[in-house]
């Protein structure tokens, strides 16, 4: 089942047009890589599904209700959950009241998000702004999962991070496809985004120019659309 569609979608930021015709789409139980140079239109796109830019003109629906004219939370509500670039958590509250300030419905929990990451767990009361970065990325993923996503979607998954750090939050990623769970992920290191990702995307200028597996983005067309 399609969980996520985009189709032609175009988005301004008032007069400036950012992106000129994206499509996507999320198949349930997929991990979906959205790849591109900088200011290519990942984080517009993002920002579109959510309602955080409003689309000007194209369609986004989710689990096949049309999003693009629904308000912020409503589309949140939906089942989608976002990890934001920047990873936003509530820094003077503790990891487990972020935790608790954030679920919704049952199926996740203050102890599966332990079991996920351990190292929140064991820094359960410690205040979100003194969590290093990698930690304050797990709060920002297992926070978006307190809310029980059909997706999860995640902006910049590693950006800045210990190498170490970045195997915890891939393994994370790994562990949650093998129990299903749909993801659309960005993130600018191939080499570790390519192997988890099921159908990867690719943006240029605004616009899709690539769709399709890992296989088939070859090291020719990587270079082309996403080399230095
Ligand atoms: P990066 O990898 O650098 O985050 P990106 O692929 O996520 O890049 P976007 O951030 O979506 O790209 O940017 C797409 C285009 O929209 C760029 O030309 C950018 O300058 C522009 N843009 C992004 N945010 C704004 C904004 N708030 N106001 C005006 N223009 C913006």
Redesign the pocket.
Same mark, same amino acid.
Do not use: H, I
């Given at each position: 089942m399609t969980l996520l569609s985009i189709k032609g979608l175009e988005t301004f930021? +008032?007069a400036?047009q950012?992106l000129f015709g994206v499509d996507l789409d999320v198949e349930e139980g997929e991990v979906v890589a959205l790849m591109?140079?900088?200011?290519? +239109?990942?984080?517009?796109?993002i920002?579109s599904i959510f309602g955080l830019v409003r689309a000007r003109s194209g369609a986004i629906s989710f689990a096949s209700k049309q999003v693009t004219s629904l308000r912020p939370h409503k589309i949140a509500r939906l089942g989608l959950g976002l990890v934001p670039?920047g990873r936003r958590c509530f820094s003077n509250l503790t990891v487990l009241e972020n935790l608790l300030a954030a679920a919704r419905g049952n199926e996740w929990t203050v102890q599966k998000v332990g079991e996920l990451f351990p190292r929140l767990n064991e820094r359960r009361d410690q205040f979100a702004n003194t969590l290093s970065g990698g930690e304050q990325q797990m709060l920002a993923i297992g926070r978006a999962l307190m809310t029980n996503p059909s997706l999860l979607v995640l902006?910049?998954a590693t950006e800045g991070l210990a190498p170490v750090i970045r195997q915890d939050i891939w393994a994370a990623i790994r562990k949650l496809k093998a129990a299903g769970q749909s993801i659309l992920v960005?993130d600018?290191t191939l080499a570790e985004l390519l192997p988890v990702a099921d159908r990867c995307f690719v943006?240029e200028k605004?616009t899709t120019v690539f769709a399709g597996t890992p296989e088939q983005l070859t090291p020719a067309l990587q270079d082309r659309y996403l080399g230095v």
């Open positions: 930021y +008032g400036s950012a591109g140079r900088n200011g290519m +239109g990942k984080t517009t796109t920002n670039e902006d910049e960005v600018k943006l605004g």
